[in-house]
Protein backbone atom coordinates (compact mmCIF):
# COMPACT_ATOMS: atom_id res chain seq x y z
CA UNK A 1 0.00 0.00 0.00
CA UNK A 2 3.06 2.99 1.19
CA UNK A 3 6.28 3.31 0.77
CA UNK A 4 7.92 5.59 2.53
CA UNK A 5 11.21 6.91 0.56
CA UNK A 6 13.30 9.47 2.98
CA UNK A 7 16.83 10.91 1.07
CA UNK A 8 19.37 11.51 3.92
CA UNK A 9 22.23 13.65 3.78
CA UNK A 10 24.61 13.89 7.08
CA UNK A 11 21.91 13.82 9.82
CA UNK A 12 21.87 10.34 11.36
CA UNK A 13 20.49 11.42 14.68
CA UNK A 14 17.19 13.49 13.02
CA UNK A 15 17.02 10.35 10.94
CA UNK A 16 17.00 7.88 14.02
CA UNK A 17 14.26 9.94 15.27
CA UNK A 18 12.18 10.10 12.06
CA UNK A 19 12.36 6.31 11.42
CA UNK A 20 11.27 5.15 14.88
CA UNK A 21 8.13 7.68 14.47
CA UNK A 22 7.83 6.41 10.78
CA UNK A 23 7.39 2.72 11.89
CA UNK A 24 5.61 3.14 14.63
CA UNK A 25 3.08 4.82 11.67
CA UNK A 26 3.71 2.11 9.70
CA UNK A 27 1.97 -0.35 11.86
CA UNK A 28 -1.38 -1.80 10.46
CA UNK A 29 -0.03 -0.94 7.08
CA UNK A 30 1.15 -2.95 4.32
CA UNK A 31 4.26 -1.27 3.36
CA UNK A 32 7.81 -0.15 3.41
CA UNK A 33 10.94 2.20 4.65
CA UNK A 34 13.56 2.97 1.75
CA UNK A 35 16.00 5.46 3.02
CA UNK A 36 18.64 6.32 0.05
CA UNK A 37 21.78 8.14 1.70
CA UNK A 38 23.77 10.87 -0.76
CA UNK A 39 26.77 9.71 0.41
CA UNK A 40 26.96 10.85 4.06
CA UNK A 41 30.24 11.38 6.00
CA UNK A 42 28.82 11.37 9.13
CA UNK A 43 28.61 7.44 9.97
CA UNK A 44 25.18 7.16 8.82
CA UNK A 45 25.77 3.60 7.43
CA UNK A 46 27.33 2.27 10.69
CA UNK A 47 25.03 3.96 12.79
CA UNK A 48 21.50 3.37 11.24
CA UNK A 49 22.19 -0.08 9.45
CA UNK A 50 22.23 -2.08 12.92
CA UNK A 51 19.86 -0.25 14.63
CA UNK A 52 16.82 -0.84 11.62
CA UNK A 53 16.93 -4.51 9.98
CA UNK A 54 13.52 -3.79 8.83
CA UNK A 55 14.46 -0.54 6.07
CA UNK A 56 15.72 -0.83 2.92
CA UNK A 57 19.11 1.78 2.83
CA UNK A 58 20.20 2.38 -0.53
CA UNK A 59 24.28 3.68 0.10
CA UNK A 60 25.14 5.89 -2.78
CA UNK A 61 28.86 6.96 -3.46
CA UNK A 62 28.23 10.73 -4.47
CA UNK A 63 25.80 13.20 -3.59
CA UNK A 64 23.10 13.07 -6.31
CA UNK A 65 20.80 15.43 -5.27
CA UNK A 66 17.08 15.70 -3.38
CA UNK A 67 15.07 14.96 -6.67
CA UNK A 68 17.41 11.96 -8.32
CA UNK A 69 17.64 10.54 -4.68
CA UNK A 70 13.69 10.48 -4.60
CA UNK A 71 13.58 9.01 -7.88
CA UNK A 72 16.36 5.94 -7.20
CA UNK A 73 13.78 5.47 -4.05
CA UNK A 74 11.14 5.15 -6.24
CA UNK A 75 12.62 2.55 -8.85
CA UNK A 76 12.90 0.29 -5.70
CA UNK A 77 9.12 -0.34 -4.92
CA UNK A 78 5.68 -1.32 -6.61
CA UNK A 79 3.65 0.46 -3.61
CA UNK A 80 0.07 2.07 -4.46
CA UNK A 81 1.61 4.81 -2.51
CA UNK A 82 3.96 6.68 -2.23
CA UNK A 83 5.53 9.58 0.84
CA UNK A 84 8.59 11.68 0.12
CA UNK A 85 9.44 12.38 3.87
CA UNK A 86 12.55 14.83 4.64
CA UNK A 87 14.82 13.33 7.46
CA UNK A 88 14.91 15.74 10.04
CA UNK A 89 10.44 15.10 10.88
CA UNK A 90 8.83 13.36 13.59
CA UNK A 91 5.03 11.97 12.15
CA UNK A 92 2.54 10.89 14.78
CA UNK A 93 1.14 7.28 15.14
CA UNK A 94 -2.03 8.33 13.11
CA UNK A 95 -0.46 10.22 9.96
CA UNK A 96 -0.33 7.63 7.61
CA UNK A 97 -3.91 6.02 8.39
CA UNK A 98 -5.57 9.56 7.85
CA UNK A 99 -3.34 10.54 4.75
CA UNK A 100 -4.66 7.23 2.92
CA UNK A 101 -8.38 7.65 4.36
CA UNK A 102 -8.19 11.28 2.50
CA UNK A 103 -6.91 9.99 -0.57
CA UNK A 104 -9.82 7.14 -0.95
CA UNK A 105 -12.34 10.08 0.18
CA UNK A 106 -10.64 12.05 -2.69
CA UNK A 107 -10.48 10.48 -5.85
CA UNK A 108 -9.30 13.93 -7.48
CA UNK A 109 -6.64 13.68 -4.66
CA UNK A 110 -2.99 13.54 -6.92
CA UNK A 111 -1.28 14.39 -4.13
CA UNK A 112 -1.60 15.64 0.04
CA UNK A 113 0.40 17.80 2.03
CA UNK A 114 0.19 18.46 5.81
CA UNK A 115 0.20 21.04 8.87
CA UNK A 116 3.87 21.57 9.57
CA UNK A 117 5.16 23.23 12.67
CA UNK A 118 8.75 23.70 13.16
CA UNK A 119 10.54 22.65 16.16
CA UNK A 120 9.40 25.27 18.45
CA UNK A 121 5.89 24.74 17.34
CA UNK A 122 5.30 28.02 14.86
CA UNK A 123 3.02 26.78 11.80
CA UNK A 124 5.41 26.17 8.64
CA UNK A 125 4.01 28.72 6.17
CA UNK A 126 5.37 26.32 3.08
CA UNK A 127 2.60 23.90 4.22
CA UNK A 128 0.72 25.40 1.60
CA UNK A 129 1.89 27.32 -1.47
CA UNK A 130 1.06 28.88 -4.79
CA UNK A 131 2.88 28.92 -8.04
CA UNK A 132 5.58 31.19 -8.02
CA UNK A 133 3.41 33.58 -10.68
CA UNK A 134 4.86 37.44 -11.20
CA UNK A 135 3.19 39.15 -8.69
CA UNK A 136 3.54 36.90 -6.08
CA UNK A 137 6.99 36.32 -6.26
CA UNK A 138 7.42 40.12 -6.54
CA UNK A 139 5.61 40.64 -3.14
CA UNK A 140 7.58 37.78 -1.57
CA UNK A 141 11.10 39.05 -2.71
CA UNK A 142 10.37 43.13 -1.39
CA UNK A 143 8.71 41.27 1.92
CA UNK A 144 5.35 42.87 1.64
CA UNK A 145 4.05 39.47 2.21
CA UNK A 146 5.71 39.69 5.27
CA UNK A 147 3.72 43.21 5.95
CA UNK A 148 0.48 41.61 5.13
CA UNK A 149 0.41 37.91 6.23
CA UNK A 150 -3.24 37.27 5.64
CA UNK A 151 -3.51 38.77 2.43
CA UNK A 152 -4.95 37.05 -0.70
CA UNK A 153 -3.07 39.34 -2.65
CA UNK A 154 0.17 40.24 -1.23
CA UNK A 155 0.75 36.93 0.81
CA UNK A 156 -0.52 34.60 -2.01
CA UNK A 157 2.76 32.59 -2.14
CA UNK A 158 2.60 31.40 1.15
CA UNK A 159 -1.65 31.23 0.51
CA UNK A 160 -1.89 33.61 4.09
CA UNK A 161 -5.67 34.00 3.56
CA UNK A 162 -6.01 30.37 3.67
CA UNK A 163 -6.70 29.40 7.22
CA UNK A 164 -3.91 26.85 8.39
CA UNK A 165 -6.41 24.67 10.56
CA UNK A 166 -8.62 23.71 7.91
CA UNK A 167 -8.30 21.82 4.75
CA UNK A 168 -7.65 23.05 1.06
CA UNK A 169 -6.89 22.54 -2.64
CA UNK A 170 -3.66 24.32 -3.04
CA UNK A 171 -1.28 24.99 -5.91
CA UNK A 172 1.96 23.55 -4.35
CA UNK A 173 2.52 21.14 -1.66
CA UNK A 174 6.51 20.72 -0.11
CA UNK A 175 8.61 18.13 -0.54
CA UNK A 176 9.02 17.79 3.27
CA UNK A 177 6.03 15.53 2.92
CA UNK A 178 4.23 14.67 0.47
CA UNK A 179 1.93 11.81 -0.39
CA UNK A 180 1.89 10.93 -3.80
CA UNK A 181 -0.12 8.33 -6.35
CA UNK A 182 2.39 5.95 -7.82
CA UNK A 183 0.39 5.38 -10.94
CA UNK A 184 1.16 9.60 -11.05
CA UNK A 185 4.40 9.47 -10.40
CA UNK A 186 4.84 6.49 -13.23
CA UNK A 187 3.31 8.90 -15.75
CA UNK A 188 5.30 12.15 -14.70
CA UNK A 189 8.71 9.62 -14.00
CA UNK A 190 9.15 11.33 -10.32
CA UNK A 191 11.08 14.26 -9.45
CA UNK A 192 12.39 16.59 -12.40
CA UNK A 193 16.30 16.13 -12.13
CA UNK A 194 17.36 19.07 -13.52
CA UNK A 195 16.26 20.37 -9.95
CA UNK A 196 19.59 19.60 -7.58
CA UNK A 197 17.66 20.97 -4.49
CA UNK A 198 14.37 23.02 -3.93
CA UNK A 199 11.93 23.66 -6.30
CA UNK A 200 11.56 20.40 -7.74
CA UNK A 201 8.39 20.02 -5.14
CA UNK A 202 6.79 23.22 -6.93
CA UNK A 203 7.50 21.54 -10.44
CA UNK A 204 6.25 17.64 -9.33
CA UNK A 205 2.80 19.84 -8.02
CA UNK A 206 2.50 21.28 -11.33
CA UNK A 207 2.59 18.21 -13.18
CA UNK A 208 -0.43 16.65 -11.33
CA UNK A 209 -2.51 19.23 -11.85
CA UNK A 210 -1.70 18.95 -15.41
CA UNK A 211 -2.76 15.52 -15.64
CA UNK A 212 -6.02 17.02 -14.07
CA UNK A 213 -5.34 16.09 -10.08
CA UNK A 214 -5.50 17.80 -7.17
CA UNK A 215 -3.21 18.97 -4.81
CA UNK A 216 -4.49 18.84 -1.35
CA UNK A 217 -3.51 20.70 2.28
CA UNK A 218 -4.81 18.32 4.81
CA UNK A 219 -4.70 19.90 8.48
CA UNK A 220 -6.02 16.81 10.17
CA UNK A 221 -2.52 15.48 10.88
CA UNK A 222 0.62 17.40 11.90
CA UNK A 223 4.31 16.64 11.40
CA UNK A 224 7.07 18.31 13.11
CA UNK A 225 9.64 19.43 10.53
CA UNK A 226 12.99 20.93 12.28
CA UNK A 227 14.66 22.54 8.79
CA UNK A 228 17.82 23.72 8.28
CA UNK A 229 19.56 20.55 8.61
CA UNK A 230 21.03 19.40 5.23
CA UNK A 231 21.26 23.14 4.14
CA UNK A 232 21.19 25.71 6.07
CA UNK A 233 18.52 28.76 5.63
CA UNK A 234 20.00 31.89 4.68
CA UNK A 235 23.62 30.08 3.74
CA UNK A 236 24.81 31.75 0.43
CA UNK A 237 24.21 27.70 -0.59
CA UNK A 238 20.84 27.91 0.09
CA UNK A 239 20.17 31.35 -1.67
CA UNK A 240 21.92 30.24 -4.75
CA UNK A 241 19.99 26.52 -5.59
CA UNK A 242 16.40 28.51 -3.84
CA UNK A 243 16.77 31.13 -6.80
CA UNK A 244 18.08 28.73 -9.22
CA UNK A 245 15.51 26.35 -8.43
CA UNK A 246 13.08 29.12 -9.45
CA UNK A 247 14.33 30.01 -12.44
CA UNK A 248 14.39 26.80 -13.63
CA UNK A 249 10.88 26.35 -13.24
CA UNK A 250 9.92 29.86 -14.63
CA UNK A 251 12.16 29.27 -18.09
CA UNK A 252 10.03 25.49 -18.62
CA UNK A 253 6.19 27.22 -17.95
CA UNK A 254 5.55 30.86 -18.33
CA UNK A 255 5.65 32.42 -21.73
CA UNK A 256 8.62 33.65 -23.28
CA UNK A 257 8.61 37.42 -22.13
CA UNK A 258 7.30 36.99 -18.83
CA UNK A 259 10.01 34.30 -18.22
CA UNK A 260 12.50 37.12 -19.68
CA UNK A 261 11.34 39.64 -16.61
CA UNK A 262 10.95 37.16 -14.33
CA UNK A 263 14.62 35.65 -15.15
CA UNK A 264 15.71 39.56 -14.44
CA UNK A 265 13.68 39.99 -11.17
CA UNK A 266 14.92 36.66 -10.08
CA UNK A 267 18.73 37.19 -10.79
CA UNK A 268 18.71 40.69 -9.22
CA UNK A 269 17.12 38.84 -6.17
CA UNK A 270 19.75 36.38 -6.32
CA UNK A 271 22.25 39.09 -6.21
CA UNK A 272 20.77 41.25 -3.53
CA UNK A 273 19.91 37.93 -1.12
CA UNK A 274 23.81 36.66 -2.16
CA UNK A 275 25.51 39.93 -0.98
CA UNK A 276 23.16 40.34 1.96
CA UNK A 277 24.21 36.62 2.87
CA UNK A 278 27.78 36.79 1.94
CA UNK A 279 28.26 40.15 3.87
CA UNK A 280 26.20 38.25 6.91
CA UNK A 281 28.86 35.58 6.78
CA UNK A 282 31.51 38.04 6.83
CA UNK A 283 30.07 39.37 9.86
CA UNK A 284 29.64 36.43 11.53
CA UNK A 285 32.70 34.66 11.03
CA UNK A 286 35.39 38.03 10.68
CA UNK A 287 33.24 40.83 11.37
CA UNK A 288 33.31 40.98 15.13
CA UNK A 289 37.29 41.28 15.49
CA UNK A 290 37.04 43.72 12.55
CA UNK A 291 34.39 46.27 14.37
CA UNK A 292 36.40 45.88 17.43
CA UNK A 293 39.23 46.94 15.82
CA UNK A 294 37.49 50.32 14.16
CA UNK A 295 35.32 50.92 17.79
CA UNK A 296 38.93 50.59 19.49
CA UNK A 297 41.03 52.80 17.41
CA UNK A 298 38.16 55.61 17.22
CA UNK A 299 38.24 55.31 21.24
CA UNK A 300 41.66 56.53 21.62
CA UNK A 301 41.93 58.76 19.12
CA UNK A 302 38.49 60.43 20.66
CA UNK A 303 40.09 60.38 24.21
CA UNK A 304 42.86 61.84 22.51
CA UNK A 305 41.14 64.50 21.20
CA UNK A 306 39.09 65.05 24.00
CA UNK A 307 42.47 65.28 26.30
CA UNK A 308 44.08 67.75 23.76
CA UNK A 309 40.89 70.34 23.53
CA UNK A 310 39.86 70.08 26.85
CA UNK A 311 42.64 68.85 29.67
CA UNK A 312 45.64 68.89 28.44
CA UNK A 313 45.86 72.44 25.97
CA UNK A 314 49.87 72.88 26.55
CA UNK A 315 50.17 68.73 26.62
CA UNK A 316 53.39 68.08 23.62
CA UNK A 317 52.26 65.24 21.25
CA UNK A 318 54.68 64.03 18.84
CA UNK A 319 53.41 63.54 15.57
CA UNK A 320 52.98 60.11 14.40
CA UNK A 321 55.00 57.81 16.77
CA UNK A 322 51.63 57.75 18.68
CA UNK A 323 49.87 56.49 16.20
CA UNK A 324 52.04 53.91 16.09
CA UNK A 325 51.56 53.13 19.81
CA UNK A 326 47.83 53.31 19.17
CA UNK A 327 48.27 50.51 16.51
CA UNK A 328 50.20 48.17 19.65
CA UNK A 329 47.33 49.36 22.01
CA UNK A 330 44.52 47.77 19.22
CA UNK A 331 46.88 44.93 18.78
CA UNK A 332 47.53 44.07 22.45
CA UNK A 333 43.89 44.22 23.44
CA UNK A 334 42.43 42.20 20.01
CA UNK A 335 45.29 39.56 21.20
CA UNK A 336 43.87 39.24 24.71
CA UNK A 337 40.19 38.97 23.28
CA UNK A 338 41.29 36.57 20.99
CA UNK A 339 43.41 34.36 23.78
CA UNK A 340 39.78 34.85 26.28
CA UNK A 341 37.90 33.43 23.63
CA UNK A 342 36.25 36.39 22.71
CA UNK A 343 35.79 35.72 19.11
CA UNK A 344 34.62 32.50 19.65
CA UNK A 345 30.82 31.71 18.56
CA UNK A 346 30.42 30.05 21.77
CA UNK A 347 31.45 32.50 25.13
CA UNK A 348 31.76 31.94 28.59
CA UNK A 349 30.47 35.56 31.22
CA UNK A 350 32.86 37.43 32.20
CA UNK A 351 35.92 36.96 30.07
CA UNK A 352 35.46 40.01 28.53
CA UNK A 353 36.17 42.21 31.96
CA UNK A 354 38.97 39.72 32.77
CA UNK A 355 40.33 40.37 29.05
CA UNK A 356 39.70 44.06 29.33
CA UNK A 357 41.84 44.49 32.97
CA UNK A 358 45.15 42.11 31.66
CA UNK A 359 44.90 44.00 28.18
CA UNK A 360 45.24 47.26 30.26
CA UNK A 361 47.40 46.33 32.60
CA UNK A 362 50.05 45.34 29.89
CA UNK A 363 49.27 48.58 27.93
CA UNK A 364 49.39 50.48 31.48
CA UNK A 365 53.19 48.78 31.64
CA UNK A 366 54.34 49.06 27.69
CA UNK A 367 53.75 52.94 28.59
CA UNK A 368 55.78 52.98 31.99
CA UNK A 369 58.43 51.62 30.17
CA UNK A 370 58.24 54.28 27.29
CA UNK A 371 60.99 57.17 27.16
CA UNK A 372 60.71 59.82 29.19
CA UNK A 373 59.79 62.22 25.66
CA UNK A 374 57.54 59.74 24.30
CA UNK A 375 54.99 59.46 27.58
CA UNK A 376 51.74 61.49 26.78
CA UNK A 377 49.48 60.77 29.74
CA UNK A 378 48.06 57.48 31.33
CA UNK A 379 44.73 59.05 31.55
CA UNK A 380 44.41 59.18 27.73
CA UNK A 381 45.23 55.36 28.42
CA UNK A 382 43.04 54.82 31.04
CA UNK A 383 40.01 56.21 29.55
CA UNK A 384 40.54 54.87 26.39
CA UNK A 385 40.49 51.57 27.53
CA UNK A 386 37.23 52.08 29.37
CA UNK A 387 35.85 53.43 26.29
CA UNK A 388 37.18 50.65 24.41
CA UNK A 389 35.20 48.23 26.87
CA UNK A 390 31.99 50.16 26.90
CA UNK A 391 31.85 49.77 23.56
CA UNK A 392 33.30 46.69 22.68
CA UNK A 393 30.56 45.33 25.28
CA UNK A 394 27.85 47.37 23.20
CA UNK A 395 28.92 45.18 20.12
CA UNK A 396 28.47 41.83 21.34
CA UNK A 397 25.35 42.59 23.00
CA UNK A 398 24.12 43.35 19.06
CA UNK A 399 25.74 40.47 17.90
CA UNK A 400 24.21 38.18 20.87
CA UNK A 401 20.82 39.90 20.15
CA UNK A 402 21.21 38.77 16.42
CA UNK A 403 22.61 34.86 17.32
CA UNK A 404 25.54 35.33 16.10
CA UNK A 405 27.35 34.33 19.42
CA UNK A 406 26.09 32.87 22.66
CA UNK A 407 27.33 32.85 26.28
CA UNK A 408 28.28 28.92 27.45
CA UNK A 409 25.32 27.23 29.20
CA UNK A 410 25.75 28.01 32.84
CA UNK A 411 24.93 24.95 35.27
CA UNK A 412 21.50 26.66 36.41
CA UNK A 413 19.02 23.64 36.69
CA UNK A 414 16.81 24.31 33.97
CA UNK A 415 15.61 21.14 32.01
CA UNK A 416 13.05 19.24 32.66
CA UNK A 417 12.28 14.91 31.51
CA UNK A 418 8.73 13.55 31.13
CA UNK A 419 9.49 10.21 31.21
CA UNK A 420 8.58 6.87 33.20
CA UNK A 421 11.82 5.94 35.73
CA UNK A 422 13.30 3.70 33.01
CA UNK A 423 13.51 6.54 30.49
CA UNK A 424 14.48 8.75 32.91
CA UNK A 425 17.68 6.83 33.50
CA UNK A 426 18.33 7.28 29.96
CA UNK A 427 17.89 10.42 29.08
CA UNK A 428 19.81 11.47 32.55
CA UNK A 429 22.73 9.73 31.14
CA UNK A 430 22.77 10.11 27.58
CA UNK A 431 22.73 13.97 28.93
CA UNK A 432 25.85 13.01 30.99
CA UNK A 433 28.29 12.57 27.71
CA UNK A 434 27.87 16.24 27.32
CA UNK A 435 28.00 17.61 30.81
CA UNK A 436 24.38 18.41 30.90
CA UNK A 437 22.95 16.08 33.62
CA UNK A 438 23.41 18.61 35.89
CA UNK A 439 20.89 21.00 34.72
CA UNK A 440 18.24 18.40 35.29
CA UNK A 441 15.66 20.09 37.42
CA UNK A 442 13.98 16.90 37.35
CA UNK A 443 11.18 14.79 36.56
CA UNK A 444 7.62 14.97 35.28
CA UNK A 445 6.08 11.20 34.92
CA UNK A 446 3.90 10.13 32.73
CA UNK A 447 1.47 8.60 35.15
CA UNK A 448 1.62 8.55 39.23
CA UNK A 449 4.51 6.11 40.35
CA UNK A 450 6.11 5.25 43.32
CA UNK A 451 9.74 7.07 42.15
CA UNK A 452 10.55 10.68 42.85
CA UNK A 453 8.89 13.57 40.78
CA UNK A 454 8.46 17.07 40.65
CA UNK A 455 4.41 16.75 39.24
CA UNK A 456 2.44 13.99 37.02
CA UNK A 457 2.28 14.64 33.22
CA UNK A 458 -1.49 15.68 33.17
CA UNK A 459 -0.49 18.91 35.05
CA UNK A 460 1.91 19.91 32.81
CA UNK A 461 0.25 23.25 31.28
CA UNK A 462 -0.97 24.00 34.95
CA UNK A 463 2.58 23.77 36.65
CA UNK A 464 4.97 24.09 34.30
CA UNK A 465 5.15 28.09 35.27
CA UNK A 466 6.32 27.06 38.88
CA UNK A 467 9.73 25.79 37.71
CA UNK A 468 12.35 27.64 36.69
CA UNK A 469 12.40 25.89 32.80
CA UNK A 470 13.95 26.98 29.53
CA UNK A 471 13.91 23.05 28.01
CA UNK A 472 11.55 19.98 28.11
CA UNK A 473 13.32 16.73 26.78
CA UNK A 474 10.00 14.62 25.84
CA UNK A 475 10.63 10.66 26.00
CA UNK A 476 7.84 9.01 23.52
CA UNK A 477 7.92 5.65 26.03
CA UNK A 478 4.75 6.34 27.63
CA UNK A 479 3.54 9.14 25.60
CA UNK A 480 3.27 9.08 21.95
CA UNK A 481 4.84 11.04 18.95
CA UNK A 482 1.03 12.46 18.60
CA UNK A 483 0.82 13.74 22.18
CA UNK A 484 4.75 15.32 21.66
CA UNK A 485 4.21 17.18 18.93
CA UNK A 486 0.84 18.48 20.15
CA UNK A 487 2.39 19.77 23.10
CA UNK A 488 5.46 21.30 21.01
CA UNK A 489 2.85 23.55 19.27
CA UNK A 490 0.58 24.55 22.39
CA UNK A 491 3.45 24.39 25.71
CA UNK A 492 4.88 28.22 26.00
CA UNK A 493 7.08 29.38 22.91
CA UNK A 494 10.05 29.79 25.58
CA UNK A 495 10.23 26.54 26.31
CA UNK A 496 13.04 24.47 24.33
CA UNK A 497 11.31 21.24 23.41
CA UNK A 498 13.49 18.26 22.46
CA UNK A 499 12.84 14.96 21.57
CA UNK A 500 14.08 11.11 22.42
CA UNK A 501 12.40 7.98 20.98
CA UNK A 502 11.74 4.71 22.57
CA UNK A 503 14.65 2.73 21.81
CA UNK A 504 16.83 5.60 20.25
CA UNK A 505 19.95 6.81 21.27
CA UNK A 506 20.16 10.59 21.16
CA UNK A 507 17.65 13.28 21.51
CA UNK A 508 16.72 16.44 19.05
CA UNK A 509 15.27 19.36 18.84
CA UNK A 510 15.09 22.74 17.11
CA UNK A 511 14.74 26.40 18.22
CA UNK A 512 13.59 27.78 15.27
CA UNK A 513 13.34 26.56 11.52
CA UNK A 514 16.38 29.14 10.46
CA UNK A 515 19.02 27.59 12.73
CA UNK A 516 21.20 24.17 12.70
CA UNK A 517 19.85 21.60 15.00
CA UNK A 518 20.73 20.57 18.35
CA UNK A 519 21.63 16.72 18.91
CA UNK A 520 22.75 14.96 22.05
CA UNK A 521 24.11 11.41 21.67
CA UNK A 522 26.15 8.77 23.13
CA UNK A 523 29.37 10.70 22.08
CA UNK A 524 31.91 11.93 24.83
CA UNK A 525 32.49 15.68 24.96
CA UNK A 526 36.36 16.16 24.64
CA UNK A 527 37.97 19.54 25.99
CA UNK A 528 41.26 18.81 23.49
CA UNK A 529 38.55 20.11 20.71
CA UNK A 530 37.30 23.07 22.16
CA UNK A 531 38.02 26.46 20.16
CA UNK A 532 39.83 28.24 23.77
CA UNK A 533 41.96 25.07 24.33
CA UNK A 534 43.14 24.87 21.05
CA UNK A 535 44.48 28.20 20.64
CA UNK A 536 45.69 28.27 24.33
CA UNK A 537 47.71 24.62 23.38
CA UNK A 538 49.38 26.49 20.53
CA UNK A 539 50.61 29.40 22.56
CA UNK A 540 51.90 27.56 24.97
CA UNK A 541 53.86 25.29 22.10
CA UNK A 542 54.96 28.85 20.94
CA UNK A 543 55.50 30.16 24.71
CA UNK A 544 57.48 27.20 25.25
CA UNK A 545 59.89 27.13 21.78
CA UNK A 546 60.27 30.75 21.98
CA UNK A 547 61.73 30.04 25.70
CA UNK A 548 63.65 27.04 24.53
CA UNK A 549 65.77 29.31 21.88
CA UNK A 550 66.29 31.89 24.35
CA UNK A 551 67.71 30.14 27.07
CA UNK A 552 69.14 27.05 25.33
CA UNK A 553 72.46 27.18 26.82
CA UNK A 554 70.81 26.97 30.94
CA UNK A 555 68.93 23.52 29.69
CA UNK A 556 72.43 21.69 28.15
CA UNK A 557 72.70 20.08 31.41
CA UNK A 558 68.94 19.21 32.12
CA UNK A 559 67.88 17.84 28.11
CA UNK A 560 69.15 14.61 26.53
CA UNK A 561 69.49 15.77 23.53
CA UNK A 562 70.34 19.13 23.74
CA UNK A 563 71.00 20.06 19.94
CA UNK A 564 67.82 17.83 18.90
CA UNK A 565 65.79 20.20 21.57
CA UNK A 566 66.62 23.25 19.61
CA UNK A 567 65.28 21.30 16.10
CA UNK A 568 62.04 20.37 18.16
CA UNK A 569 61.68 23.93 19.51
CA UNK A 570 61.45 25.33 16.03
CA UNK A 571 58.80 22.82 14.27
CA UNK A 572 56.42 22.99 17.41
CA UNK A 573 56.64 26.89 16.88
CA UNK A 574 56.52 26.42 12.99
CA UNK A 575 53.43 24.43 13.71
CA UNK A 576 54.61 20.26 12.68
CA UNK A 577 54.50 19.17 16.13
CA UNK A 578 53.25 19.82 19.23
CA UNK A 579 55.05 19.57 22.33
CA UNK A 580 52.61 17.43 24.53
CA UNK A 581 50.31 14.79 23.06
CA UNK A 582 48.73 10.87 23.03
CA UNK A 583 51.10 8.11 24.06
CA UNK A 584 49.42 5.93 21.15
CA UNK A 585 50.88 7.56 17.81
CA UNK A 586 48.20 5.28 16.36
CA UNK A 587 45.80 6.68 18.02
CA UNK A 588 42.41 7.73 16.19
CA UNK A 589 39.63 7.18 18.50
CA UNK A 590 40.18 10.72 20.06
CA UNK A 591 40.02 13.92 18.95
CA UNK A 592 43.39 14.25 16.22
CA UNK A 593 45.86 16.59 17.43
CA UNK A 594 49.96 16.92 15.83
CA UNK A 595 52.63 14.73 16.26
CA UNK A 596 54.00 15.42 19.90
CA UNK A 597 56.90 15.10 21.38
CA UNK A 598 56.27 13.83 25.02
CA UNK A 599 53.04 11.69 25.55
CA UNK A 600 50.66 11.86 28.40
CA UNK A 601 52.52 9.60 30.55
CA UNK A 602 55.46 13.43 30.51
CA UNK A 603 57.84 10.32 28.83
CA UNK A 604 59.22 10.50 25.50
CA UNK A 605 56.84 9.32 22.62
CA UNK A 606 58.28 6.21 21.10
CA UNK A 607 57.63 5.01 17.57
CA UNK A 608 55.83 1.53 18.18
CA UNK A 609 51.89 1.13 19.23
CA UNK A 610 51.15 1.00 22.43
CA UNK A 611 48.59 -1.29 23.73
CA UNK A 612 49.02 -0.61 27.46
CA UNK A 613 45.67 -0.31 29.00
CA UNK A 614 46.97 2.20 31.25
CA UNK A 615 48.38 4.26 28.68
CA UNK A 616 44.85 4.21 26.59
CA UNK A 617 43.36 5.85 29.86
CA UNK A 618 45.45 8.22 30.07
CA UNK A 619 44.86 9.33 26.54
CA UNK A 620 41.22 9.39 27.25
CA UNK A 621 41.33 11.61 30.17
CA UNK A 622 43.92 14.02 28.55
CA UNK A 623 41.35 14.61 25.60
CA UNK A 624 38.04 14.27 27.49
CA UNK A 625 39.62 16.53 30.38
CA UNK A 626 42.37 18.74 28.64
CA UNK A 627 43.50 21.93 30.13
CA UNK A 628 46.14 23.88 29.45
CA UNK A 629 47.80 23.63 32.69
CA UNK A 630 48.04 19.73 32.02
CA UNK A 631 50.59 20.91 29.10
CA UNK A 632 52.66 22.97 31.45
CA UNK A 633 52.52 20.08 33.84
CA UNK A 634 53.73 17.51 31.63
CA UNK A 635 56.61 19.67 29.75
CA UNK A 636 57.79 20.10 33.62
CA UNK A 637 57.84 17.01 34.18
CA UNK A 638 59.48 15.58 31.27
CA UNK A 639 61.76 18.47 30.53
CA UNK A 640 64.53 16.00 29.66
CA UNK A 641 62.83 14.64 26.97
CA UNK A 642 61.99 17.80 25.04
CA UNK A 643 64.70 16.87 22.44
CA UNK A 644 63.60 13.39 22.28
Known sequence: MLAVIIVNYNVKYFLEQCLLSVEKAMVGIEGEIIVVDNASTDGSREYLEVLFPNVRFVWLPENVGFAKGNNI???????????????????????????????????????????????????????????????????????????????????????????????????????????????????????????FMYGEDIELSYQIKQLGFKNYYCSDTCIIHFKGESTKKGSLKYVQLFYKAMIIFVDKHYKEFTARVFGILLSFAIWIRATISFVGSLLRKFGLPIVETIAVTASFFFTLFFWVKWVRQDNYFFGSSIKWLFALFVGIFLTTNYYAGLYDSIQKKGRSFFAALISGGIILSLYSILPEERRFSRGIVVIGSLISLILTNIIRSFYRKKGWIHFEENHQKDTLIVAN??????????????????????????????QPHLIVYKNIKKFIGLFPAKEIIFCEEGLSFKEIIYQTAHLPSNLRMRISAAGSSSIVGSDSSNNAGETVAEITKYNISQPFNIRMKRLIDVLVGSGVLLFW?????????????????????????????YCDIHNNIYPPIK????????????????????YLKLDELYAIEYLPIMDIMLIKKGLKWLGN
Open 73 to 195: GLQQTIAEYILYLNPDTIVPEDCFTICMDFMQKHPDAGALGVKMIDGSGQFLKESKRAYPSLMTSFFKLTGLSSVFPHSKWFANYHLGHLNENNNHEVDVLSGAFMFVQKVLLDKIKGFDESF
Open 553 to 581: PLLLFWVKNPFKLLYNALIVILGKKTWVG
Open 595 to 614: PSIIGTNGFAIQQEKYSNYE
Open 421 to 450: PFEYNRIFNLLSFTHKAEKVIGRIAIAEDQ
